[in-house]
């Protein structure tokens, strides 16, 4: 009886024990504890400890292994431990590089061995440390940075927005391929551009620091703006009325040049031709009042007691008179000349005769020369030479009378002298052929 009742026991403790070992084999299975690997080590950033237990190992999509551990390694490194199947540890080259990918964009990481562009070396040996891939080095870095982001966003919202997108973006791929083109196109063109742009911008920060520097000034210029509008308005009646006498004076003025314009002209014309002549002679200009102050000690003797003391002296044989041949010519073109001044060289007893020869129309001798002298001179000179004397003036005493009569009121009581210093004709007393007579006054 006790036998009996003792069989189910056993029957149940070996049931559960059963039950448990097949717990565990599935456990063991689902966990492969009992499977082989060809462990490796990899060195990666803290991007390694995010991945999940069991993750995948693949070479160019292949899978060749699984993680099976993962430890930290300093401040900014993590020490990965791959397992490699046994019967895939052969097709995985020396010199590949580790880098961890994601799956999807919110898939799960795994880590993909790169085989170098060289192409591959060797064989992985058990117990080998694999480097990390450099290049992707960027974009676990990105991942690393997104992934808080991703978990900030909620899953369901982004869902919707994406499927928003999609739906949008349905049916419109040629479209879209087009407006690609056209941006591709525009960038084209732009790029070249890049380094002017950059220029532009960089100018624009100097402008920008110009206005800046010079904004206190422009602040000063519209508060003197606003004063000077002030004192505009306050004298509005003043500038109304300038402005008036303004547009006055600019009607008469234009009255005034429309009738004289032709003769403003004319004589803007004759002024440069004036000036360029002036500015040949302009060296004599300063002869007459250099010659003045080297004689000024005879000037003052000459007007001592406000009182003019000269000598007058009539030359005994004038000159002859003008011909049809001594018509009047200007052609004169000769060089500047003081004829002596500032240090005068003639006197009273030896006067100045070097004088120029100029081209006024007078070619042959006067009896001074070949300067132009006043005509009606010159008896004594045509008839010592044999000539007509009849041709040449000669003044007799009669001539005093008609040239007061001449000069009017203004010289009705004046002495002889007076009236020779008033007018351009010369006297004689009788036939005496103009004697010599002196005196002072």
Partial sequence: MNRVLAAPRLLGVVFVVLLLVAVYLTYAAFTKKFADYEEVTLQTSTIGLQLPDRADVKIRGVLVGEVLATEVDGPEGATVTLGLYPDQAEVVPANVTGAILPKTLFGEKYVSLVIPESGPSGTLAAGAVIPRTEVSTEVEEVLADFYPLLRAV????????????????????????????????YLKRINPQIPALLDDIRLTAEVADTYADIL???????????????????????????????????????????????????????????????????????????????????????????????????????????????????????????????????????????????????????????????????AETARAAGADSGSAFRGDPTDLGLLRDFLGEAYAGAGDLDLLLAAPTVATAGSAGGASAGGER
Avoid: M, W
Avoid at 160 to 178: D, F, K, V
Avoid at 278 to 285: F, H, T, V
């Fill in 154 to 185: 909620r899953p369901a919202d982004l869902n919707a927005t994406l499927s928003a997108i999609s739906t949008a973006l349905e049916g419109r791929g040629e479209q879209l391929g087009e407006n690609l083109e056209t941006v591709d196109a």
């Fill in 216 to 378: 206190p000034d422009v602040a000063r210029i519209l508060d003197d703006t606003v004063k000077t509008t002030g004192t505009l308005e306050a004298k509005e009646t003043v500038l109304n009325q300038l402005l008036r006498d303004v547009r006055s004076f600019s009607t008469t003025a234009t009255g005034f040049l429309a009738e004289n314009g032709q003769a403003l002209e004319e004589a803007t014309a004759l002024t440069a031709t004036e000036l360029r002549v002036l500015a040949r002679y302009s060296p004599l200009l300063s002869c007459l009042p250099r010659g003045i102050d080297v004689i000024q000690g005879r000037l003052a003797e000459a007007f001592r007691g406000y009182v003019l003391h000269i000598i007058l002296e009539f030359i005994p044989n004038q000159p002859r008179s003008y011909d049809a041949g001594d018509k009047p010519h200007f052609g004169a073109d000769n060089d500047p000349n003081c004829l002596g001044l500032p240090d005068p060289v003639g006197s009273q007893a030896n006067p100045f005769n070097d004088f120029p020869n100029f081209d006024d129309g007078v070619d042959r001798p006067t009896g001074k020369g070949t300067i132009r002298v006043a005509p009606g001179f010159g």
